[in-house]
């Protein structure tokens, strides 16, 4: 499937493996669901607690979806991630979230997706 974005293209991959959970064709480690997104367990944690959130639409990136999602899922969404920070009880002692976008972030899987990362003190920020 392609999308129209004003002047660019962006190419959305309907068979990309989130696309696939969302479809109901591969499991996943299901944290909370709701009309606006799906948070499930990273299949391959990086710290104690690495859940995925992900928009229930077609949008690769956050450019991406922040241009051509509604306003009601774009609120639907991040209220989702608040959501499982809270009901984890990540917001103290504290959590990251983190959105790759493209090569240079190493972005694996072309839909939209907020990693949220506890359960550790996670270190500075980036691995230099
Ligand atoms: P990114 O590099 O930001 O695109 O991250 C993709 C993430 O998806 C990685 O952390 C993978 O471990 C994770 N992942 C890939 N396939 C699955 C899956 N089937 N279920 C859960 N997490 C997955």
Redesign the pocket.
Known sequence: MEKERGSKLMIYDSEN??AK?LRGE?A??KVYEDDFALA???????API?I?VIPKGDYVSMADFTASAPAELIAGFFRAVGHVARALELEQPGYRI???SGAN??????HL?I?IFGGKKLGPMLVR
Do not use: R
Request: charged fraction near 10%; glycine fraction near 0%.
């Open positions: 493996i989130f959970i591969i996943c480690d499930f367990n990273d299949i391959n944690p990086q690495h995925l983190l959105a790759n972030a190493h972005q694996e899987v072309p997706h990693h």
